[in-house]
C-alpha cells in the first residue's frame, strides 16, 4: 500500500531537508532527472582527495525524493568517493534486487525499502545517489587532467 512509503519518519525527512542550496564555487555540480515523474537534484559537491568536504543540493521532488536527499545531506560530507559509490550500489539493489539496506550511518535509509514494491518511484529516490556519483566523477576527471588542460 502507497501509505507504507508515505510513513511518518519519510515526510519528517522530507520536510527538513540540511545544506538546501548552492556552494559558491564547488568542484562539481551534476543534475539527475527523473522523466517519469519530473523530480530533479541538483548537487554542488567540494572534495579533497577521496573525501567530501562540502556539499549542497537544489531539490525539485517529490517526498520520496526529498528523504532520499535529506539522508545524503545529514552523512555525505565525511564519505569518501568509494563509499559513495558502494552505497549508490546498495541502494540500487534495495530497490530493484531485494538487497538489503546499507548499515551504520547510511542505516535510515531502510525506510526507502518499501519503495522497492513501487518501481515508479525507484527513479525519484535514486536522483541524490546519482547525482553524487556523477559530481564524484567529474571531480576525479579533472583532477587526472594536466594541469595545462584545466582551467
Not at 546499507?102 to 546519482?130: C, N
Request: positive net charge; hydrophobic residues 40%.
Amino acid at each position: 500500500m502507497l501509505n507504507d512509503i508515505y510513513n511518518k519518519r519519510i515526510i519528517e525527512l522530507a520536510g527538513n531537508i540540511p545544506r538546501l542550496g548552492r556552494l559558491a564555487a564547488p568542484d562539481a555540480s551534476a543534475t539527475a532527472h527523473s522523466k517519469l515523474c519530473g523530480s530533479t537534484v541538483k548537487v554542488d559537491l567540494t572534495m579533497d582527495g577521496p573525501v567530501v568536504t562540502d556539499f549542497a543540493h537544489d531539490v525539485k521532488a517529490c517526498a520520496l525524493g526529498q528523504a532520499s536527499s535529506s539522508i545524503m545531506a545529514r552523512h555525505v560530507v565525511g564519505s569518501t568517493a568509494s563509499e559513495l559509490r558502494e552505497l549508490r550500489e546498495t541502494v540500487r539493489k534495495m530497490l530493484k534486487e531485494t538487497g538489503s539496506p546499507p548499515q551504520g550511518k547510511w542505516a535510515d535509509i531502510a525506510l526507502l525499502e518499501p519503495v522497492r514494491d513501487y518501481k515508479a518511484r525507484h527513479a525519484s529516490t535514486m536522483l541524490t545517489f546519482d547525482a553524487v556519483v556523477d559530481a564524484i566523477g567529474q571531480i576525479e576527471a579533472k583532477a587526472k587532467q594536466p594541469a595545462s588542460a584545466q582551467g
